[in-house]
């Protein structure tokens, strides 16, 4: 076995420096620059250029290890600072009100949420899945039980909405929002307990 192999597989990486599908692997962070590319040819896309026209804080590219990182991303604030509860967004007819971004615009639940894209792999919902991955929170409320699961922005909301105390959440099994089968509802009327937080 050639040693560059032997590294990669002692490393968790198949050719291509992409991540192994036979050993657990770390991810790597990479500040993103006008010539990120020159520096890791191989992608498929250029991280700078999808930095620049989608206003992305970080990214993750399908079967790599590189997590990339913004220039935008430096903006934020780390972690949210005041009152535990000043970024909970309201419920205002069953739906929350359109300050999603207060409650998790920040450097720690945008590192999760490419972590959670970097962990759930080929699973995760992305830009050109079907369906593809969703970001506002009544969007994220509307998601059946598998997409939410591969939604990185519901894992981001969740701990944001955790970690800062939020507790009012809006019905998914009441209008605006789809019902689900009848049987579905009973099940969750019965397991559900008052003040849960539930964004599936």
């Known amino acids: 076995m050639p040693q560059s192999k032997v590294l990669q597989t002692l490393m968790g990486f198949e050719p291509g420096l992409r991540p192994s599908r036979f050993r657990a692997s770390q991810p790597e962070f990479v500040c993103v620059k006008q010539d990120t590319i020159n520096r890791y040819p191989y992608l498929s896309r250029d ?21 990339f990182i913004c220039e935008r991303f ?7 600072v005041g009152p535990p509860t000043r970024n909970c967004p309201r419920v205002i007819d069953n739906e929350f009100e359109r300050k ?3 409650l998790a615009d920040y450097q720690k639940y945008l590192l999760i949420h490419e972590l959670v894209h970097f962990y759930l792999g080929q699973s995760s919902l992305g830009f050109n899945t079907n369906p593809p991955e969703m970001y506002r929170l009544n969007e994220c409320v509307n998601m059946d039980a598998k997409n939410s699961l591969n939604n990185p922005m519901n894992y981001q909301y969740f701990i944001a909405m ?39």
């Open 47 to 67: 991280p700078y250029k999808v930095c620049e026209s989608s206003n992305s804080f970080g990214l993750w590219l399908l079967r790599f290890k590189y997590v």
């Open 74 to 80: 430096f903006t934020l604030k780390i972690s949210p």
């Open 100 to 102: 999603g971004y207060l």
């Open 162 to 200: 955790v970690e800062q105390g939020c507790t009012d959440a809006p019905d998914p099994f009441q209008p605006p929002f789809p019902l689900p089968p009848k049987a579905l509802r009973e099940e969750s009327v019965n397991q559900t307990s008052p003040g849960t937080i539930d964004l599936y």
